[in-house]
């Protein structure tokens, strides 16, 4: 499966930003205080942390709990100095199924109006739908909680 961007925004810092998001590899872990102000507010489903050390701690995590983690960037709307991101995460779970898996999201960024460095990064994604559900077990129980909630 190739995934391909169909991003694009005229605003210079966003678009470092989404290539930088789209070809991120473990390697560039190291350098994301290159796009994070250091005392940047990072929140997702399973986390909120501030600062570059545990926005780092939060990727390096990510390449060690996945396989072959990487995003896809669908929308970029950009309003001053906030955009809104839609992306699909494509990834393959280490420890259960081999299958890829596509969690699809979007991101609020809110950037320094002098630098261009996030200052905001804030994750809108279900959890349950797009992650649980696709877990041996718990998938079949948080399926079987969907059909009951709307029976």
């Known amino acids: 499966m190739t995934a391909h961007s169909t991003a694009r925004s005229?605003?210079?810092r966003v678009a470092r930003i989404v290539a930088a998001f789209e070809a991120?590899?473990?390697a560039d872990v190291s350098r994301l205080g290159d796009f994070y102000?250091?005392?940047a507010d990072f929140k997702d489903p399973f986390n909120a942390v501030r600062g570059v050390p545990?926005?780092?701690r939060v990727?390096?995590?990510m390449y060690v709990a996945l396989d072959d983690p990487r995003f896809v960037v669908h929308d970029v709307l950009v309003q001053g100095d906030q955009c809104l991101l839609t992306w699909d995460f494509v990834f393959r779970f280490?420890?259960?199924?081999r299958e890829v898996q596509t969690v699809r999201g979007a991101s609020h960024l809110k950037l320094d109006p002098s630098t261009g460095l996030i200052t905001l990064h804030?994750?809108?994604w279900d959890a349950a739908e797009e992650l649980y559900e696709k877990l041996p077990g718990v998938g079949a129980l948080m399926r079987w909680?969907?059909?009951r909630a709307n029976s």
């Open 122 to 124: 804030r994750d809108y």
């Open 24 to 26: 991120l590899t473990p």
């Open 145 to 147: 909680l969907k059909r």
């Open 94 to 97: 280490r420890r259960y199924s």
């Open 37 to 39: 102000a250091p005392d």
């Open 59 to 61: 990727f390096t995590h």
């Open 54 to 56: 545990a926005i780092q």
């Open 10 to 12: 005229s605003d210079p």
